[in-house]
């Protein structure tokens, strides 16, 4: 059984390699992916790979905003909107917390959204509240709030709501943070059934007539989910995330995050810190681990949020 500190590590790792592991595959049909054993860093020669000019084990927009976030939370001992604002800028201008400062891959609407607080548009404010505005940006660097947080699960919930705010602002992008966040804290427990004790929670913590409440059983429908398609689209990522969880080990895992195309990089991430922090990082093969790279600005980090649980 992993200790808290492996979970924790793993989590973090988890989410990085998970996203460096699925970059070169990145906007491709699953049909057209190599085979699982394939499936490396470095991808097989003949392999037509996304963002050619980046090396291999490098995170993208994913893993940097994922750090920005820690950095914000561990710095300030708070959820801080405008400082987080401040180091999503930061990284979207100058390639803070990216591997060589080299920033590629920015979705849309947290281009838009960041370009909009860099006008004096408030953090809460930035992120568009339209329905079609439902990506995954919000989602996939939420991980460290959750390893970070030491509070109540209701105060979890909101603040999962609003580190969403900046770049996504629509109910349904908060309820899957939030949703999330829960579901990485009961697997930090070792909970018997993490995903359905999540939902009860979130169910106990939301108000029936409320938005959110209407967004958890109307689209994301934790009871009965429709099948991952590895899209781009925030409920559909949780979902793809849910199902490669179950393919096994850490390496099944990412690996089956993958297969299944398109958003590869998020997808494997958001699936990838929920396996780290349930297998613990000993489970991450040594390979991936030892070539990530960007490692310099992953541990000061790493070693000041497992300072929290000593």
Not at 36 to 62: C, K, M, N, Q, Y
Not at 143 to 153: E, M, N, V
Not at 287 to 308: F, K, N, T
Request: charged letters at 20%; glycine letters at 10%; one cysteine or more.
């Amino acid at each position: 059984m992993p200790t808290i500190s492996e979970r924790i590590e793993g989590g973090l790792l988890g989410l990085l390699i998970g996203d460096a592991l699925g970059v070169p595959y990145e906007f491709h049909e699953p049909q057209d992916l190599p085979s699982l054993d394939e499936i490396e860093f470095i991808p097989p020669p003949d392999f037509r790979r996304a963002h050619a000019g980046v090396p291999p084990g490098t995170w993208s927009d994913d893993g940097a905003q994922a750090l920005a976030l820690l950095a914000s939370l561990l710095d300030q001992n708070r959820l801080d909107l405008p400082d987080f604002g401040q180091r999503l800028i930061a990284w979207y201008q100058a390639g803070a917390l990216a591997v060589g400062g080299v920033v590629f891959d920015v979705g849309i609407q947290t281009r838009q959204a960041i370009q909009a607080m860099v006008t004096g548009v408030s953090p809460a404010k930035a992120g568009s509240t339209d329905e079609y505005a439902n990506g995954n940006g919000s989602l996939m660097r939420v991980l460290p709030l959750a390893l970070w947080h030491q509070g109540s699960d209701r105060d979890l919930v909101e603040q999962a709501h609003q580190q969403s705010l900046p770049t996504h602002g629509h109910p349904r992008a908060q309820v899957c943070c939030a949703l999330y966040c829960l579901w990485a804290r009961r697997l930090l427990q070792a909970a018997d059934q993490p995903w359905p004790e999540a939902v009860a929670t979130l169910r106990t913590i939301y108000d029936h007539a409320s938005p959110e409440y209407q967004e958890l059983e109307a689209h994301i429908r934790p009871d009965n989910p429709p099948a991952g398609q590895g899209t781009g689209y925030v409920v559909d990522c949780l979902h793809s995330a849910r199902w490669a969880l179950q393919a096994g080990g850490y390496e099944q895992v990412v690996k089956a995050a993958i297969a299944l195309g398109h958003d590869t990089d998020t997808t494997a991430c958001v699936a990838g810190g929920l396996a780290g922090i349930r297998d613990g990082v000993q489970a991450i093969p040594p390979r991936w681990r030892e070539h990530l790279r960007g490692q310099e600005l992953v541990e000061p980090l790493l070693q000041q949020l497992l300072r929290r649980y000593a």
